[in-house]
């Protein structure tokens, strides 16, 4: 009996070091869907706190994160995310904005991932893992191919149709106007205000302080801007402020 019982221990014990093996840090077999797990929770950290603004200024995303990223850009997560935004922006306009009718009421689009995207030529370049190449990215630009966004071309043609001037507002260059307006046109978009494209003088100007500027400019010409849409935080920010803005997810690449 006692035999028996030294024998059923010793196997107890084995049994309990195979599973403690099993669950050893070191082990690769237990631990591939672990590291698996940790970094898409990582990623996804990653993604969202460059969303709140906590991570700013990065050149590439995290190498280990690009196909997760990809994957997120291009998923109907993403739709749905950017659908959510819009629908609170209808929800602010149903009841926030007593129009004048004096041709004063106004509001601002972002152009580039926010009327238009550039996920088509990040597709070919990195898709946020590479430091972005200017030139080759104006020189896609200059093709005029970029695809509408759908969420935001119904929510452009809503506001117009509601009497509002819309005033574009981009980080591109000034040399960039006739293929930005025939991108824009060709896709759908017309009846904006103004399109402001940054000049010479602008170009060594902080995205953020060049946008502000145009916003004093079009607030001291009597301008009540009611909203901004844009999927840069330095189109959102700075003074003077529009009554609200609305933010669209983008985790390719930060301009400040």
């Known amino acids: 009996m006692a035999r028996k019982i030294v024998l059923i221990l010793v196997l107890t014990c084995l049994c309990i070091g195979l599973a403690a093996a099993d669950w050893n840090i070191l082990n690769p077999i237990w631990n591939i869907n672990a590291r698996q797990d940790s970094l898409k929770n990582y990623c996804e950290s990653w993604r969202i ?20 990223i ?4 291009t998923s109907s997560q993403y739709d749905a995310d950017c659908q959510r935004a ?7 306009l149903s009841r926030c904005c007593s129009l004048k009718g004096d041709g004063k009421d106004a509001w601002i689009f972002d152009v580039d991932d926010t ?29 005029s191919k970029a695809p509408a966004l759908d969420h935001t071309f119904k929510l452009f043609h809503d506001i117009k149709d509601r009497g509002m001037k ?3 507002v981009s980080s591109r260059k000034e040399t960039l106007r006739s293929p930005t307006v025939d991108n824009l046109i060709n896709v759908g ?26 916003r004093k400019t ?3 010409q009597g301008y009540r801007i009611w909203g901004i849409v844009g999927d840069q935080w330095s189109s959102l920010k700075g003074l003077p402020e529009a009554k609200r803005t609305f933010k669209l997810p983008n985790s390719i690449y930060y301009m400040s």
Not at 70 to 73: A, P, Q
Not at 115 to 137: A, D
Request: aromatic residues 16%.
């Open 49 to 68: 706190n460059v969303e709140l603004n906590n991570i700013r200024e990065f050149d590439v995303v995290p190498q280990e994160c690009v196909a997760l």
């Open 70 to 73: 990809k994957k997120y850009m």
């Open 86 to 92: 819009i629908e609170e922006v209808t929800l602010y």
């Open 115 to 143: 009327l238009i995207s550039t996920i088509p030529y990040f597709k070919k370049h990195g898709f946020g893992g590479e430091k972005v190449n200017s030139s080759s990215l104006e020189a896609w630009m200059e093709e």
């Open 166 to 168: 819309i005033f574009l």
């Open 189 to 214: 978009y017309h009846g904006w205000s103004r399109l402001f494209l940054r000049g010479f003088e602008d170009e060594y100007m902080h995205v953020e302080q060049y946008k502000s500027q145009v």
């Open 218 to 220: 079009l607030m001291d």
